[in-house]
């Protein structure tokens, strides 16, 4: 099965924006793979964030948003603040199954 | 209010078995695609497997393939995992989760933990 990569962490200040990616072994990233995007934080269930790739649940923050950008999918936390320190992971559609990224690690500071 | 409890989780000999269950109250559970999904200590998560509506359909990911096996009760409103042959790698918490479309997983429980180890 594919291995889905993401950028092990990322620093962003308060206020700021972060741009987290997420890449496929098989290829490039398309709506095809339905990105999902979680947010999970220290001993706590992940949190749903992003459908579809750009699509929001209800309890998501306006400052969270999906895309897809040069054959990944993208998640941009804008307005970054500190409550947004936690671990993200996206989530990919591939063949029958789903694949979880590796996660990045984002700190606010 | 959506409320997904999982239980069964415990410490377990490698080899052995252990079936988790997910108790479902607040969704349309006999609408809903449910997944089950791990994360071991310290480590990243791992999709599993899922399960359609109507029990129709099961996927599962490589490496719990013929191990574990993904079931549903719809007039309990519960979803189980039978694992088999437990190794020592499947040490973790386990996840249940609706998803209501491909992948959306917007409902989670609290998680359980099984411990494989002698």
């Known amino acids: 099965q594919a291995v889905v990569t993401q950028e092990p962490s990322l620093t962003v200040s308060p206020g700021g924006t972060a741009t987290l990616t997420c890449a496929s072994s098989?290829?490039?990233?398309?709506?095809?793979?339905?990105p999902n995007w979680f947010q999970q934080k220290p001993g706590r269930a992940p949190t749903a964030l992003i459908y579809?790739?750009?699509k929001k649940h209800s309890w998501t923050p306006a400052r969270f948003s999906g895309s897809l950008l040069g054959g990944k999918a993208v998640l941009t936390l804008s307005d970054v603040r500190a409550e947004d320190e936690a671990d993200y992971y996206c989530?990919?559609?591939?063949?029958?199954?789903?694949?979880f990224g590796s996660g990045t690690k984002v700190t606010v500071l | 209010e959506v409320q997904l409890v999982e239980s069964g989780g415990g410490l377990v000999q490698p080899g052995g078995s252990l079936r988790l269950s997910c108790a479902a109250s607040?969704?349309?559970?006999?609408?809903?695609?449910m997944s089950w999904v791990r994360q071991s200590p310290g480590k990243g998560l791992e999709w599993l497997a899922n399960?359609?509506?109507?029990?129709?359909?099961?996927n599962y990911v490589d490496s719990v393939r013929g191990r574990f096996t993904i079931s549903r009760d719809n007039t309990k409103n519960s979803l189980y995992l039978q694992m088999n042959g437990l190794r020592v790698e499947d040490t973790a918490v386990y996840f249940c989760?609706?998803?209501?479309?491909?992948?959306?997983?917007?409902?989670w429980g609290q998680g359980t933990l099984v411990t494989v180890s002698s």
């Open positions: 989760a609706r998803d209501p479309s491909w992948g959306a997983h917007d409902y």
């Open positions: 607040g969704i349309a559970f006999s609408e809903s695609w």
């Open positions: 399960i359609k509506e109507d029990g129709g359909v099961r």
């Open positions: 098989t290829g490039a990233v398309t709506s095809g793979s339905y």
């Open positions: 579809s790739t750009n």
């Open positions: 989530l990919l559609h591939q063949g029958n199954a789903y694949v």
